[in-house]
């Protein structure tokens, strides 16, 4: 009888080759980016962390931008300090790594057992090697040499700014920067055709804009209607998009009321006042919406509601406070209700518009994986019966479609 020997091998060190593979990159200049993601670590609020290269003092160094949900925080390292950072980051603190080179696309993944798994990919198409200059202008998302902007008088013939209009250029910056990130951690992909709706589009700088960004930024296959109540203004804004040939762009005459649901990849309700909004969510949920933007303005139907706690009368009893207490109150519900619904949700300061102080915006992003619903809902009762509130707009939409119980 012959007994045949059997060898066990031994399991992939995946983290050293990731490692190997980023030294590689760095090496043959050929990094692009490094994202770590699936955060399990005990900082609040923190998501991500995207690195990038940048040269600072004629040194390279791995530029650190912390992702928090409402703020992002940067840090750079040289790169052998920086390298040893990732390694130690992963995997205790974050679970997955995506290394993005020329011409490899690395991710590195764990398991909540601990299980290492490593993908390696061709880069598909050629790349460009990112700018590495640290002291550069800011960013902008759009160029001032885009027609639409001399069309709707942001700039001159010559493609320069007036000066009345600087304002406005910082606004729509803000805009597409928001969508800009917001896209990047969504699940929408630009090879496939991204809708989008504009409810209250008026004179169309934010319209045109996002399918300008589309478009011509991000190569990617945009169609992209704007809702407005003024014909006048929807005449103005088909003529122009016609004029400058903005392909998938067209205007409409309506409100998020009239317009029938139709499926959305992006929904956008800037300054719609009290319940406009509310019915702006429901529009962007019921569409099946993967990005929501919206930027409330008033709060009427949960002041008339709110029975301020006794303990907080004396400081309610000013005007001023309960119109504070009613805007927080009801975008926080706002908030809880897309996150009940499938949704990460954030709720932060946005430049004012030109007609507007408000400059609160509330972004929602929908989620791989939704959060527990019932917990939510629960938050949102205790929410309700604390300040004596009867309905909320959203809520009542909500159920009635059978999206919350």
């Known amino acids: 009888m012959s007994v045949t020997a059997t060898t066990t091998q031994p399991a992939p060190d995946h983290h050293a080759q990731f490692l190997s593979l980023l030294d590689t990159s760095l090496s043959q200049n050929s990094f692009i980016k490094l994202v770590l993601a ?38 750079n390292f040289l790169l052998a300090e ?67 902007l001399t069309d709707l008088g942001v700039t001159n013939k010559q493609h320069e700014l ?36 504009d409810f209250g589009s008026g004179k169309g700088y934010l319209t045109f804009a996002i399918h300008d960004y589309l478009r011509n930024t991000l190569q990617a296959e945009g169609n992209v209607t704007g809702v407005e109540l003024r014909e006048d203004m929807v005449t103005l804004c088909n003529t122009a998009a016609e004029r400058l040939e903005h392909p998938g762009l067209i205007f409409e005459h309506g409100d998020v009321r009239s317009v029938a649901p139709s499926a959305l990849d992006v929904m956008i309700a800037l300054h719609a006042c009290d319940i406009a909004t509310d019915y702006a969510i429901h529009m962007g949920i019921r569409s099946g919406a993967s990005i929501i933007m919206c930027s409330p303005c008033c709060h009427k139907q949960i002041r008339l509601q709110i029975q301020s706690p006794t303990l907080l009368r004396p400081m309610l009893q000013y005007g001023l406070h309960m119109g504070q207490q009613a805007e927080m109150v009801t975008d926080s519900l706002r908030a809880l209700l897309l996150e009940a619904c499938g949704y990460e949700t954030k709720v932060f300061e946005f430049i004012s518009l030109e007609h507007t102080n408000k400059n609160k915006m509330i972004l929602a992003v929908k989620r791989a994986e939704p959060l527990k619903q019932p917990e939510l809902l629960a938050k949102i009762q205790e929410l309700k019966t604390f300040y004596g509130i009867q309905e909320h707009c959203l809520e009542t939409l909500l159920q009635a479609d059978g999206y919350i119980n």
């Not at 200059?133 to 040499?145: A, G, I, P, S």
Request: charged letters at 30%.
């Open 38 to 75: 699936k955060y399990v670590g005990s900082e609040a609020e923190l998501q991500r962390i995207i690195i990038k290269l940048t040269t600072i003092k004629e040194q390279p160094h791995l530029s650190f931008v912390y992702r928090y949900k409402t703020r992002d925080i940067t840090k």
């Open 162 to 197: 007036i000066p009345a209009m600087s304002r406005k250029w910082k606004q729509i910056n803000k805009f597409i920067e928001v969508f800009s990130h917001a896209l990047s951690s969504s699940p929408l992909a630009l090879d496939q055709p991204i809708k989008v709706a």
């Open 82 to 148: 920086g390298v040893e950072m990732i390694a130690g980051l992963l995997p205790d603190a974050f679970k997955n790594a995506h290394l993005l080179s020329l011409n490899d696309e690395v991710q590195l993944e764990y398991s909540k057992k601990g299980k290492s798994t490593l993908f390696k990919s061709k880069a598909q198409q050629e790349r460009e090697a990112p700018s590495v200059e640290h002291d550069r202008e800011k960013k902008r998302y759009l160029e001032l040499t885009r027609p639409f």
